[in-house]
């Protein structure tokens, strides 16, 4: 090989091939969308259509489903606490592949319910892998993609929590046409494929940093850190009334009946695919922090909107718009941690761990609140819809206040 072939060579695989390159970003977006469908849409998601099975089955009582819920929610805090140290451990791919293991394996496992702390744990264990996807599936993947497209890939790796959604509102009732344990069955084998169409898609692992850790950063770009982890915790607040609540309001609370309330909850779901999309493509574009103000402002009218009018049409658009933040916001929030922590990292996946782990908690919170709150006022849904109004409006005052202070220092 001549001097000036080898300077080619090398030049081209500093500098791949733009065809190539396009190539690689959307395989490993592909290996991202896998991830958090299986570990956060199936393994959350799917479970809600599951519950009127579970109990008409006998496997476990009513009460009892309540609580098999909440241990998905209380595993994915976990799974979020946890994610760093795991990836220490063992390494940010290998603790990606190893999750999404131990998702399809909870599928299969909970199909034959042994004791209800059998199925607890494989519930809480579903949780965890959730959690942990959710810390490490971005940050591994991001750093490789360039600045100008990290949006709109941002927005593909979370559309599966979306399509995650969606599955529960269509898949699992065709499932459950078959029976119970063929469900898990086949949302085990779903997860099977997901997980080896995913597994030679992930990025090399890098350890170098751009930055050192121990660099020090402005002082404003610290507030704005912290201040981001309080704004995405209160959008978890937000999500919550139509997380849990909006297919009872319909069903119960406007008498219009269960299947009028699916509908809803369908429309929830496809919202939930398309969102991260357009958030990712909007922070590109725009750039992060203007993107993610307009996005509070646009969520806090579609959560009060119900509270204004119960017509079917302002429900639609609540339900869709909503239902595109849920995953929405995700990619928004992970820009801006990319623009407040341009050159390390390190510090981007600490960051981003410590807002999943708001987000985890205020949700949680937020949770259990609500449904005490909706037991003292008796059954007053309209409370729940103000309050995740409210604190999505609070979160839209942090961010300007932030920046006014940014812009006076």
């Known amino acids: 090989m001549t001097k000036t072939n080898t300077k080619q060579h090398i030049g ?15 395989r490993y977006a592909i290996a991202g969308l896998s991830a958090s469908l299986v570990g956060l849409g199936l393994a959350r998601f799917s479970y809600t259509p599951l519950i009127p099975a579970l109990i008409a089955a006998k496997w476990f009582s009513a009460s009892d489903v309540v609580y098999l819920g909440a241990a998905n929610l209380a595993g994915y805090l976990a799974g979020a606490l946890a994610a760093r140290a795991v990836a220490t451990r063992i390494g940010a791919i290998r603790a990606l592949r190893a999750m999404m293991l131990l998702a399809t394996l909870s599928f299969f496992a909970s199909a034959t319910p042994l004791t209800f702390a059998w199925f607890f744990t494989w519930r809480f264990l579903s949780g965890f892998t959730g959690g942990v996807i959710m810390v490490l599936a971005a940050s591994v993947i991001l750093p490789h993609i360039s600045a100008a497209r990290r949006g709109i890939v941002g927005g593909v790796i979370f559309a599966g929590v979306g399509l995650g959604v969606a599955a529960s509102g269509t898949l699992v009732p065709l499932l459950l046409q078959q029976g119970l344990q063929q469900s898990w069955y086949g949302l085990g084998v779903l997860a099977v494929m997901l997980t080896l169409a995913s597994w030679w898609n992930w990025p090399a692992e890098t350890k170098a940093e751009a930055a050192p850790a121990h660099q020090a950063k402005p002082h404003h770009t610290s507030s704005a850190s912290r201040g981001l982890l309080v704004q ?9 009334p139509h997380m849990v609540f909006i297919v009872d309001f319909v069903a119960r609370g406007l008498g ?15 919202g939930a695919i398309v969102g991260p999309l357009v958030t990712g493509h909007l922070g590109d574009r725009s750039g992060f922090g203007p993107a993610l103000r307009a996005a509070f402002l646009i969520e806090a009218a579609a959560v009060l909107l119900p509270t204004v009018i119960s017509a079917p049409l ?9 239902g595109g933040f849920t995953p929405g916001i995700v990619p928004l929030v992970l820009g801006r941690i990319h ?32 449904s005490w709150i909706y037991a003292q006022t008796g059954g007053d849904y309209l409370v729940l819809f103000g309050l995740g109004g409210a604190a999505v409006v609070i979160a839209l005052a942090i961010d300007l206040a932030l920046a006014l202070t940014t812009r006076k220092t």
């Open 12 to 26: 081209a695989r500093l500098h791949p091939q733009p065809g190539s390159e396009s190539q690689q970003t959307w």
């Open 232 to 240: 995405y915790g209160l959008n978890a607040v937000a999500l919550v």
């Open 256 to 270: 219009q009946g269960i299947a009028a309330g699916s509908r809803y909850w369908v429309l929830y779901g496809l």
């Open 314 to 322: 302002s429900l639609i658009v609540s339900s869709v718009v909503v």
């Open 339 to 370: 623009e407040l922590v341009p050159h390390s990292a390190e510090q981007q996946r600490t960051t981003w761990s410590h807002a999943t782990t708001s987000f985890a908690l205020f949700q949680a919170t937020a949770a259990y609140g609500f």
